[in-house]
């Protein structure tokens, strides 16, 4: 045991390397000043790297995990300074993502005085109570006796179970003053995983064996537990078709055979028609949200208990049987749980000569087919499927696309080809605007060998696209898209869609004059240090992408990209509910005849 004196400040730089932390994402201000200087004795044990808004700060957090599996710290100030990072939190909370935030907080000796930034109604030193609802759990120590055992049990749980981030809430007397540092060695840490009841694994391993035309849906829980070569084990010996949910994109190659391409509201011809007809489905690490089963319609992309059994797996118990009754229900890590099944299976018949899979090829070329004309036109300003496209033809197999929300978003989750797990980042579950460049800044810090691409629209951009000033000072050699249609797209067709082109509201960009306001994200890019230039040609971006995965530094491309219908048209083949007002006559009629309540 050792026992020194040490301030809090110190106290939690040392936790936080000896828990393999390599890199904090931090703000500074009045509130964290004391724990930041704890820092600078131990910069070549770990680094602490700026970024310019505390939601940038948590993003990055955010993308570093997904892209490399390593926890980074969040670090920000008091007040303001935290309450920035919540759209961080619930982006990283929605989607089982870990990193741990460090605030500062009031001094223990004035809490409840309404100091400077304190949030104190209707309790003193409240903003953990504004997290609470997007963490596993918070802390907030009041003596500096609590600091060790504090990150010890923050660290336990965002390993434990279903994962995510954490807070720790730390006064800044505590941050500044000495006291007894103690450490017991040993782990404390679990080193067996969480497999499955062997009861229900011998029940779910005997309806596979029965299935004539299963299916398997992968969620980002496969991706989480490193279970992806499990997975395409059981897919082979059963010769299954493999869809996946937002977050599950990469769990399966998308150039393997079996792959169907993803279901639900956006997903694909394949992807719905298979799970539409599927007599069992193993659903692995997925929730089951309303975007990939088409609101819930019964007979869009799923027909479950009516036609198809449900086999699901997930480490929370809580998914399972939350949106659709289960015939087995196991509640397990999905890594060892599909170990478990796939040598219970045992090597399976070939299934290429079966109609089955003849089937699925039919359905993946209807699929190609669809897409084909907006993938191969010239049309300018380009449309999004022929500028991923490129991009895709740019990218190398194992670089990492990351995105966030809207068109760029959605239409790549059904047309992009991604070929391994976390070399698909987005934000699946909060699907959080302005999440794209900075995940992707944190990514391109965690794995510095790997390239990676953000590609995001220019609503995204500037809502954090001052967060390239990081990557710049950093010399981070990220490759950013934005594909610039000058407005909210998606939310401009969609209200195009559903109550007409004269009631499009602030979704078109325009200045006073009436004339289309089009951001000039190359010249902002440069002027924050970039390497940045305009492709207006869609032939001229793969080219563009090439130049810039070979220059050092950050490189932004503005992708003038198509404004209007149908050129900006996604390709949905399942339903989404999005509610019509009352007074819309026959557009609200056929919306709740299509909701079926």
Same mark, same amino acid.
């Not at 000039?520 to 810039?548: M, Y």
């Not at 209007?564 to 048209?569: H, N, Q, S």
């Given at each position: 045991?050792?026992?020194?004196?040490?301030?809090?400040?110190?106290? @939690?730089?040392?936790?936080?390397?000896?828990?393999?932390?390599?890199?904090?994402?931090?703000?500074?201000?009045?509130?964290?000043?004391?724990?930041?200087?704890?820092?600078?004795?131990?910069?070549?044990?770990?680094?602490?790297?700026?970024?310019?808004?505390?939601? #940038?700060?948590?993003?990055?957090?955010?993308?570093?995990?997904?892209?490399?599996?390593?926890?980074?710290?969040?670090?920000?100030? $008091?007040?303001?300074?935290?309450?920035?990072?919540?759209?961080?939190?619930?982006?990283?909370?929605?989607?089982?993502?870990?990193?741990?935030?460090?605030?500062?907080?009031?001094?223990?000796?004035?809490?409840?005085?309404?100091?400077?930034?304190? @949030?104190?109604?209707?309790?003193?030193?409240?903003?953990? %109570?504004?997290?609470?609802?997007?963490?596993?759990?918070?802390?907030?120590?009041?003596?500096?006796?609590?600091?060790?055992?504090?990150?010890?049990?923050?660290?336990?749980?965002?390993?434990? #179970? !279903? %994962?995510?981030?954490?807070?720790?809430?730390?006064?800044?007397?505590?941050?500044?003053?000495?006291?007894?540092?103690? !450490?017991?060695?040993?782990?404390?840490?679990?080193?067996?995983?969480?497999?499955?009841?062997?009861?229900?694994?011998?029940?779910?391993?005997?309806?596979?064996?029965?299935?004539?035309?299963?299916?398997?849906?992968?969620?980002?829980?496969?991706?989480? *537990? +490193?279970?992806?070569?499990?997975?395409?084990?059981?897919?082979?010996?059963?010769?299954?078709?493999?869809?996946? =949910?937002?977050?599950?994109?990469?769990?399966?190659?998308?150039?393997?055979?079996?792959? *169907?391409?993803?279901?639900?509201?956006?997903?694909?011809?394949?992807?719905?028609?298979?799970?539409?007809?599927?007599?069992?489905?193993?659903?692995?690490?997925?929730?089951?949200?309303?975007?990939?089963? =088409?609101?819930?319609? &019964?007979?869009?992309?799923?027909?479950?208990?009516?036609?198809?059994?449900?086999?699901?797996?997930?480490?929370?118990? /809580?998914?399972?049987? %939350?949106?659709?009754?289960? &015939?087995?229900?196991?509640?397990?890590?999905?890594?060892? =749980?599909?170990?478990?099944?796939?040598?219970?299976?045992?090597?399976?018949?070939?299934?290429?000569?079966?109609?089955?899979?003849?089937?699925?090829?039919?359905?993946?070329?209807?699929?190609?087919?669809?897409?084909?004309?907006?993938?191969?036109?010239?049309?300018?300003?380009?449309?999004?499927?022929?500028?991923?496209?490129?991009?895709?033809?740019?990218?190398? %197999?194992?670089?990492?696309?990351?995105?966030? =929300?809207?068109?760029?978003?959605?239409?790549?989750?059904?047309?992009?080809?991604?070929?391994?797990?976390?070399?698909?980042?987005?934000?699946?579950?909060?699907?959080?605007?302005?999440?794209?460049?900075?995940?992707?800044?944190?990514?391109?810090?965690?794995?510095?060998?790997?390239?990676?691409?953000?590609?995001?629209?220019?609503?995204?951009?500037?809502?954090?696209?001052?967060?390239?000033?990081?990557?710049?000072?950093?010399?981070?050699?990220?490759?950013?898209?934005?594909?610039?249609?000058?407005?909210?797209?998606?939310?401009?067709?969609?209200? $195009?869609?559903?109550?007409?082109?004269?009631?499009?509201?602030?979704?078109?960009?325009?200045?006073?004059?009436?004339?289309?306001? /089009?951001?000039? $994200?190359?010249?902002?890019?440069?002027?924050?240090?970039?390497?940045?230039?305009?492709?207006?040609?869609?032939?001229?971006?793969? &080219?563009? $992408?090439?130049?810039?995965?070979?220059?050092?530094?950050?490189?932004?491309?503005?992708?003038?990209?198509?404004?209007?219908?149908?050129?900006? +048209?996604?390709?949905?083949? #399942?339903?989404?509910?999005?509610?019509?007002?009352?007074?819309?006559?026959?557009?609200?009629?056929?919306?709740?005849?299509?909701?079926?309540?």
């Amino acid at each position: 045991m050792t026992d020194q004196q040490l301030t809090g400040g110190q106290m @939690i730089v040392d936790c936080l390397i000896r828990e393999g932390v390599e890199r904090v994402f931090a703000v500074p201000g009045h509130g964290n000043t004391a724990l930041l200087d704890a820092f600078v004795d131990r910069a070549d044990e770990i680094e602490v790297i700026p970024a310019m808004h505390e939601q #940038g700060a948590a993003h990055m957090a955010d993308g570093y995990y997904r892209a490399s599996g390593k926890i980074a710290a969040v670090c920000t100030s $008091i007040g303001p300074g935290a309450t920035n990072t919540l759209t961080g939190l619930v982006t990283a909370f929605a989607d089982s993502q870990p990193f741990i935030l460090i605030t500062g907080a009031v001094h223990t000796y004035m809490e409840n005085r309404g100091v400077l930034q304190e @949030i104190d109604r209707p309790h003193g030193n409240n903003f953990p %109570r504004m997290a609470e609802p997007v963490v596993k759990r918070w802390w907030q120590p009041s003596r500096l006796e609590q600091i060790p055992m504090v990150m010890d049990q923050a660290f336990n749980t965002m390993y434990e #179970g !279903r %994962r995510g981030p954490v807070l720790v809430d730390v006064p800044q007397d505590l941050q500044a003053e000495y006291g007894d540092y103690k !450490r017991v060695p040993g782990s404390r840490r679990a080193q067996t995983r969480a497999t499955g009841d062997a009861t229900a694994i011998a029940a779910a391993v005997e309806l596979l064996k029965s299935a004539k035309r299963p299916v398997i849906l992968a969620g980002g829980g496969v991706i989480a *537990a +490193e279970a992806s070569e499990e997975l395409r084990a059981i897919a082979e010996r059963l010769g299954a078709p493999v869809t996946h =949910s937002f977050m599950g994109k990469g769990a399966f190659p998308a150039d393997h055979e079996l792959y *169907a391409w993803p279901c639900g509201d956006m997903g694909s011809i394949s992807g719905n028609g298979v799970t539409r007809t599927a007599d069992i489905i193993l659903a692995v690490g997925c929730r089951f949200s309303d975007r990939i089963t =088409s609101s819930y319609k &019964e007979g869009v992309t799923f027909n479950i208990p009516s036609i198809t059994k449900l086999v699901h797996i997930d480490i929370d118990g /809580f998914e399972i049987g %939350r949106n659709y009754p289960v &015939e087995v229900g196991i509640v397990g890590d999905a890594k060892s =749980s599909l170990a478990a099944i796939r040598d219970a299976l045992g090597d399976g018949p070939d299934y290429h000569g079966t109609e089955y899979f003849a089937e699925l090829q039919e359905l993946k070329g209807r699929w190609e087919e669809h897409l084909r004309p907006m993938r191969e036109t010239d049309h300018l300003p380009m449309t999004n499927s022929r500028a991923m496209v490129e991009i895709r033809k740019a990218l190398p %197999r194992k670089g990492i696309l990351v995105t966030d =929300s809207s068109n760029p978003a959605n239409q790549a989750f059904n047309e992009f080809p991604i070929y391994g797990p976390k070399t698909n980042i987005v934000a699946g579950g909060m699907s959080g605007i302005g999440f794209g460049l900075p995940a992707a800044i944190g990514a391109q810090i965690a794995v510095p060998g790997t390239p990676v691409l953000a590609m995001v629209g220019d609503g995204s951009f500037l809502q954090t696209g001052t967060e390239l000033s990081t990557a710049v000072m950093l010399g981070t050699p990220l490759v950013v898209v934005v594909l610039n249609n000058g407005g909210w797209e998606a939310i401009k067709d969609l209200q $195009i869609s559903l109550f007409g082109a004269e009631r499009r509201l602030v979704t078109n960009w325009s200045t006073p004059d009436g004339k289309p306001y /089009f951001a000039n $994200i190359a010249e902002f890019a440069r002027s924050l240090g970039c390497t940045a230039e305009r492709i207006e040609d869609p032939a001229k971006l793969t &080219e563009a $992408i090439e130049r810039a995965f070979a220059t050092e530094g950050p490189v932004v491309i503005e992708a003038m990209s198509a404004t209007e219908l149908p050129w900006t +048209e996604m390709h949905p083949t #399942g339903w989404w509910d999005i509610t019509v007002p009352a007074y819309h006559g026959d557009t609200r009629d056929e919306y709740v005849a299509q909701r079926g309540f």
